[in-house]
């Protein structure tokens, strides 16, 4: 305790009484963490309500992601599972590699994202091919195979699906879906 009847206290002091009381420098040093990010406008990825979403950037990085509360669908909520759509872009979980399992094998080997993609364009392409049917028993056509289908994920959006939709649905695939939750 000082002389003059102030306390002091890990390097900062207040007065009794009715003076104003000095803050802290350590409390003045502290922000909010959105201070000075940049907001981006956004849609949750998880489900088809699509609440909106506030990313918050900062330095090319997102440091947070809320409810926007202009949104009249949500008003600034969002569920448990959209609260916590900043862990889907920062997760040490994630998988950020190619693996692939060679037919027979018992393990999976790293590979280059552009060896995955022409792999899998040249295995549709293949398949399409060999099952593609002109026309059924009764001669009417009916340009499909059904030899392969698509199975969105629940973070697709509603732009996304729309192309996988008439892409494959170009090439003859019938079974398309996408798996989300409403
Ligand atoms: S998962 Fe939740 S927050 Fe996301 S759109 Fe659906 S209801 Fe909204």
């Not at 590979?111 to 099952?131: F, G, N, S, V, Y």
């Amino acid at each position: 305790m000082a002389q003059d009847g102030r306390r002091e206290r890990r390097g900062w002091f207040w007065r009794q009484g009715n003076e104003p009381q000095p803050f802290s420098p350590i409390s003045l040093a502290k922000h909010s963490r959105l201070r000075g990010a940049v907001a981006v406008n956004s849609v949750c990825p998880y489900c088809a309500v699509g609440c909106a979403q506030l990313a918050y950037v900062k330095d090319g990085q997102c440091v947070d992601i809320e409810g926007d509360p202009r949104s009249p669908i949500n008003e600034g909520t969002l569920c448990p599972k959209g609260a916590n759509t900043f862990q889907l872009v920062h997760n040490p979980h994630r998988q950020q590699r190619v693996l692939y399992r060679a037919p027979l094998s018992d393990h999976w080997e790293e590979r280059p994202l552009d060896w995955a993609m022409t792999r899998i364009a040249q295995l549709t392409k293949e398949t399409r091919d060999a099952t593609f049917v002109d026309k059924d028993t009764d001669g009417d056509i009916i340009r499909h195979t059904t030899a392969m289908g698509h199975l969105g994920g629940a973070t697709l959006d509603n732009e996304e699906n729309y192309l996988i939709k008439k892409l494959f649905n170009t090439i003859g695939m019938v079974s398309i879906e996408n798996q989300a939750r409403i």
